[in-house]
């Protein structure tokens, strides 16, 4: 079989599920056979890359997803994407070392938005800590032109309760700290609000 694109998931799984089924649900096809050959490593046992950012001890990630990317790269993937937003900090680490192009979840991002967004509008980031310490978004975002904003650190705290314990636990969303988070970013003045972590993609709610 040849692969269009191998996808680096199992961070965490609900993401990775996510992804492919949005991949299939935009392919015009009339058979199966019209749809994207993909190869998906779903690599659970992927370290934290939060943890790992926040305790600046990047090395087991960095090879782990060295690793993962160099076989899929070996079964002839053409191209990767990381089902994690946080990931891409370790991918900017490793994509010299690849001989195919990453799908960069930041640029891409930041490119739909140049698209649907006049320049100095306030986009709100809603993410990991991993993510905001990084700036993987205020960087791309700033030099774009956009105003960044994340929340204060209760708010914030509120966005990581979500996601680790709540969607990572396999649990939904709750409601009433999802209320408090979303109103922050209203009350800021976001024109948008970029869900930088693909666990919140799957809250089951919207801001």
Not at 49 to 76: C, H, P
Not at 125 to 135: K, P, Q
Request: proline share 2%.
């Amino acid at each position: 079989m040849k692969a269009e694109i191998g996808i680096i998931g199992g961070m965490g799984p609900m993401a990775s599920e996510l992804f492919y089924k949005m991949v299939t649900d935009h392919t015009k096809a009339e058979k199966d056979q019209d749809h994207i050959n993909m190869i998906i490593l779903s690599d659970a046992s992927m370290p934290d890359r939060t943890e790992a950012i926040l305790n600046n001890d990047y090395e087991d990630v960095r090879d782990q997803m060295l690793e993962d990317a160099l076989f899929l790269q070996n079964s002839g993937c053409k191209a990767i994407a990381v089902t994690c937003n946080t990931a891409h900090f370790f991918i900017d680490m490793i994509q010299h070392e690849l001989q195919i192009p990453v799908l960069h979840m930041i640029h891409l991002t930041v490119s739909h938005l140049e698209k649907i967004c006049a320049k100095g509008e306030r986009i709100g980031i809603m993410a990991t800590d991993g993510t905001i310490r990084t700036r993987l978004y205020q960087s791309v975002l700033e030099e774009k032109g956009f105003e960044c904003y994340t929340p204060e650190d209760a708010i914030q705290k509120e966005v990581m309760h979500q996601i680790y314990d709540r969607i990572k636990c396999g649990k939904n969303y709750d409601e009433q700290s999802w209320k408090r988070i979303s109103a922050s970013y209203r009350d800021a003045g976001c024109s948008r609000v970029v869900m930088a972590c693909t666990e919140l993609s799957d809250r089951k709610s919207v801001v």
